[in-house]
């Protein structure tokens, strides 16, 4: 399937994957820093496991850590 | 891992180290690379957890950071340059012009001075009240309320309210509930469990080590609804339960310039790992001066709220889980009673700071208050007789020999 992340296409195997398995396959090194919005709704981090993202979900994971114009 | 100190050691690296260095390193560099261009705009738009400019992040300081999130189970943590950074910054981003918080009539002194001095003629508007009495809470909080503030042990007064019963009524009435948690961290209070929202400590204090640094923490226990903070209400729509790190990031901290350094980040993260032992003993070190203080002839009073006798004694002891900080005040007849017994000291220094490894005292109505007015002095609770005492880790029988040998002068 593909879904977006971050607005980028990205292709996913099978017909739906959970947020934890997609950060995991993103690399993202500590989830606990990352907030996930799938299709614009703001995903509670205790529903990582049972969220699935399927085909043409659009997903963002956003940080506090960068940020401005220096 | 469940104990406090296993997890401030052996909490996971949040980034690998590239030599695999067990101790998070100093990045003492202002700028960092990107691999790309999409990836330094990523980075920017914080959909990429990557650095780009030290005033905004670093790895050392992000490294301090996760530490005490994991330690306070708190959303997320912001490091600052100093405590009152933390306290300026937060009420920067709640609060402006034509808004109110609701605060204690009892606060640190230079607390009092930002918001009556610094932050008063841009106009805002500071309520104080008693924080003893929950009601006068609740009837100071109107539709133009921003937050209300404050300290979980107030210093110098040793007040200590009921924060349960002031979360509920900040809960119901929709204003987020500020804790200066700096005298008890997260080892001794679970500020999360008691409904406050943002807790903010100085690092300078029991994290440092050691007045190695100074240090501030805004923590973001993830509970309140940002929608419902007018000023943070349309960030809330696009960064949900970050609006409140967003904003600061974004904009209060970033253009503030108050950020943490590298290496006060990376001795407060070593300063961490024996922090409990240390509020341990300086606990025990304060009960047991404060029980001796209270037998002496020449003592009138003594405030600390591990006594039984102390107001606030059944309440610090459900927040703080028995034990009760390492500040004492104790009252001597006169002024220059307290100015004569201070000079008698051998051991313990004179000098402004609290939660060290040594032991400190002063006279705060000549000092920390010294720019308000006597009037303005009691108000706050600040008397002419009283001294407060900082106690730190040394062995209890050498500071009581130097109380003794000072009191024996008077």
């Known amino acids: 399937m593909k879904i977006k992340v971050n607005g980028e296409e990205q292709a996913v195997e099978g017909s739906s994957i959970s947020i934890a398995q997609l950060l995991k396959l993103n690399e993202v090194e500590n989830p606990g820093m990352v907030t996930v919005q799938l299709d614009g709704e703001f995903v509670d981090k205790d529903n990582y496991e049972a969220t699935q993202v399927k085909e043409n979900n659009e997903v963002e994971f956003l940080y506090y850590m960068g940020g401005g114009s220096v | 891992m469940k104990g406090f100190t296993t997890k401030s050691i052996h909490i996971e690296r949040f980034k ?76 920067l981003t709640l609060a402006g ?40 809470v609740a009837n100071a909080i109107d539709e133009n309320t921003r937050a209300v503030f404050l300290e979980n042990i107030t210093n110098p007064q040793m007040e200590v309210a009921d924060i349960a019963k002031i979360s509920k009524i900040t809960k119901e009435k929709k204003v987020p509930l500020i804790i200066d948690g700096t005298v008890t961290t997260p080892y001794l209070f679970k500020s999360k469990d008691f409904g406050v929202n943002i807790e903010l400590i100085s690092s300078t204090k029991y994290i440092s080590g050691g007045a190695t640094s100074v240090g501030g923490l805004i923590i973001d226990n ?129 000098a402004t700071n609290i939660n060290d490894n040594k032991t400190m005292i002063i006279h705060p109505n000549s000092t920390i208050y010294c720019e308000y007015s006597e009037e303005e002095k009691l108000g706050m609770g600040i008397r002419p007789t009283m001294l407060r005492v900082a106690v730190g880790i040394e062995d209890l029988e050498d500071l009581l020999n130097d109380f003794e040998q000072g009191l024996d002068k008077l």
């Open chain 2, 16 to 91: 690998p180290d590239v030599h695999g260095a067990l101790r998070m390193p100093v990045y003492d560099s202002v700028a960092f690379e990107h691999a790309s261009s999409k990836d330094i705009q990523l980075a920017f738009e914080g959909k990429k957890p990557s650095h780009s400019y030290s005033r905004i992040s670093n790895p050392t300081v992000e490294e301090f950071e996760q530490k005490i999130r994991v330690l306070s189970d708190a959303f997320a943590v912001l490091a600052v340059s100093s405590g009152m950074a933390a306290i300026s910054n937060t009420i």
């Open chain 2, 97 to 136: 012009a034509n808004t109110n918080i609701v605060t204690s009539k009892h606060l640190f002194g230079n607390t009092f001075s930002l918001f009556e001095h610094t932050l008063k003629p841009w106009g805002l508007e500071t309520r104080y009240v008693s924080m003893s009495n929950p009601d006068e």
């Open chain 2, 222 to 350: 993830g509970n309140f609804d940002w929608k419902n903070s007018p000023k943070l209400a349309e960030m809330a729509r696009k960064r949900g339960p970050g609006a409140l790190m967003s904003i600061l990031k974004q904009e209060v901290y970033r253009n503030m310039g108050a950020c943490h350094s590298a290496h006060n980040a990376y001795l407060q993260t070593l300063g961490l790992e024996t922090m409990g032992m240390r509020i341990d003993r300086s606990c025990e070190n304060t009960l047991g001066l404060a029980n001796y203080l209270s037998q002496h002839a020449k003592v009138v009073g003594v405030n600390y709220p591990g006594l039984t006798d102390s107001p606030y004694h059944e309440v610090a002891k459900k927040q703080f889980g028995g034990k009760y900080g390492g500040i004492l005040t104790m009252d001597l007849e006169s002024k220059d009673a307290c100015y004569c017994f201070m000079d008698e000291l051998k051991l313990i220094k004179r």
